[in-house]
């Protein structure tokens, strides 16, 4: 169950600890893209959100637990407004830095089948930041209508 | 040959494999795992496999989707076979584009057009 922050300066108030379940994960990805749509987002902004959330939590597991008890979760917090959304997943591994990844397009790594993630994410979201440590992205979407683009 | 609980619908028409998705949405890992099991079977008993993968009806993909792809066209080229998709949604083209993946893969807009395309 998502549980409200007491600081009023957190930036994405709704919280849940997620096991590496789909029901679990789905629900979650699925209760802010509702919470978008009811909040005006159009379809396309919706889209977006939904591939950012799954990349967000599947680098999580896939990359940031890879060391970790399969058991361990991580932690999802969202706040939606009609100006914009944000999204921060928070893992419990060491954290990575990520200009240290390569470049997925470059002719040399095309075909390799992983490395896509975080691409999408940057592709998509208005602005993303990690933590020093590189265990935690913070994920920024504005609104299309009201983002000055 | 694909079980009773495939991810996939599978024809064959001449010598052409079809493949098309269950799902509308191939984001869990579990299931696109065996989205690639089940395509390798495929590839594994032709000698020089022809497939064509629609995404009709597809609404999301994840990157770990755009994986299998890459590891399922990379066998089909070992064993000099060929590689089509189609029907692909214009927000999923997107995707492609992003990650030039556009580049990599033979995409038509229709299943007729990439059938009529293979060698």
Redesign the interface.
């Known amino acids: 169950m998502a549980a409200p922050s007491t600081d009023i300066n957190d930036p994405a108030p709704n919280r849940r600890r997620l096991p590496n379940e789909?029901p679990a994960l789905?629900e979650a990805a699925t209760t802010i893209v509702s919470a978008a749509e009811r909040t005006g987002y159009p379809q396309?902004s919706c889209?977006a959100l939904?591939?950012a959330i799954?990349?967000a939590m599947?680098n999580a597991f896939?990359h940031g637990h890879r060391d970790l008890e399969p058991d361990a979760d991580i932690e999802l917090a969202w706040d939606v407004s009609p100006e914009r959304i944000t999204i921060v997943v928070e893992d419990q591994g060491p954290g990575f830095d990520p200009k240290s990844l390569p470049d997925?397009?470059a002719i040399e790594n095309?075909?390799?089948?992983?490395g896509?993630?975080l691409?999408?994410i940057r592709?998509y979201m208005s602005s993303i930041v990690f933590n020093p440590s590189g265990n935690r992205v913070t994920m920024v979407y504005l609104h299309p209508d009201k983002s000055g683009d | 040959m694909p079980s009773a609980e495939s991810r996939l619908r599978i024809t064959d028409e001449s010598g052409v494999t079809q493949v098309g998705f269950i799902d509308r949405n191939i984001?869990?890992?579990?299931n696109i795992q065996q989205i690639g099991e089940e395509l390798a079977e495929i590839i594994d008993a032709d000698d020089s496999p022809k497939l064509c993968i629609s995404f009709a009806n597809v609404d999301?993909l994840?990157?770990?989707a755009?994986?299998?792809l890459?590891?399922i066209?990379?066998k089909i080229k070992a064993k000099n076979g060929q590689l089509r998709l189609a029907q692909i949604d214009p927000?999923i083209y997107e995707?492609f584009v992003?990650?030039?993946?556009n580049?990599?893969f033979e995409i038509h807009d229709t299943t007729e057009d990439a059938i009529k395309s293979f060698a």
Do not use: C, M, W, Y
């Open positions: 789909r789905e396309a889209f939904r591939l799954e990349e599947s896939r997925p397009t095309i075909e390799k089948p992983s896509r993630g691409l999408l592709a | 984001l869990d890992e579990a999301h994840s990157s770990a755009l994986g299998t890459i590891t066209s990379n927000q995707v992003i990650t030039k993946l580049k990599l």
